[in-house]
């Protein structure tokens, strides 16, 4: 239990996965809107800084970039900034994001499948690191990401969204932890958000189990 992400690194030469999600106590992440400030209270965003400072990175996908423009750091006591990981298959980041701006401040990676040669020069010049990996169903491949994480000493991912990504770390297996906070709230509505989305299992058989 104490050394859970050392011996998973250790024995399979790949970041251990925490995966986070706050949601409301019928399962939403946002209302229909998208409005999701805040499901959770101060104690729990507390956890979740402790966790990013123990971890040796922290992961999303485009779609949080673009939605919720995050610095994605460390902000507590004695502060530990992990490495900044976005999964973007198509190089949509936006240059004036939080994450391009703060590039030379944290360490960033920016993991993509297409991307026009001119972008990929205006990130790199913001001092961010650009690695192009296969195509699974249009995405980032997440087994050849992981293989080079770990080949890169990282080892140990916090995954903070979105949904998506979410639901294709899950189909690939590789969610190790599951930090998830319910709130007492219920936000109903068929359009409102879910922590993973995706397709989903077609038969409650098929669901990932979680001690």
Not at 6 to 31: C, L, Q
Request: hydrophobic share 35%; with cysteine.
């Amino acid at each position: 239990k104490l050394n859970e992400i050392f011996f998973h690194y250790i024995t399979n030469k790949r970041p251990y996965v925490i995966m986070k999600a706050a949601m409301s106590i019928d399962g939403r992440t946002a209302s229909y809107t998208g409005d999701s400030k805040w499901i959770s209270n101060e104690l729990s965003r507390e956890n979740v800084h402790r966790t990013r400072k123990r971890v040796a990175a922290i992961m999303v996908g485009i779609n949080t970039v673009i939605n919720d423009n995050p610095i994605l750091n460390c902000r507590c006591e004695n502060p530990s900034h992990p490495i900044r990981i976005v999964c973007d298959s198509n190089l949509r980041i936006p240059m004036e994001s939080e994450i391009v701006k703060t590039a030379n401040k944290y360490k960033t990676i920016i993991a993509y499948v297409n991307g026009d040669s001119d972008k990929i020069n205006a990130l790199e010049e913001e001092g961010l690191i650009l690695q192009k990996f296969s195509s699974k169903d249009g995405k980032v491949d997440l087994n050849e990401l992981m293989c080079y994480l770990g080949e890169q000493n990282i080892d140990s991912i916090f995954v903070e969204g979105g949904a998506n990504l979410n639901d294709s770390f899950m189909r690939e297996g590789l969610v190790n932890r599951l930090e998830v906070f319910v709130a007492p709230k219920v936000f109903g509505g068929a359009d409102a958000r879910s922590p993973i989305e995706g397709m989903g299992v077609d038969f409650v058989s098929e669901a990932k189990e979680f001690s």
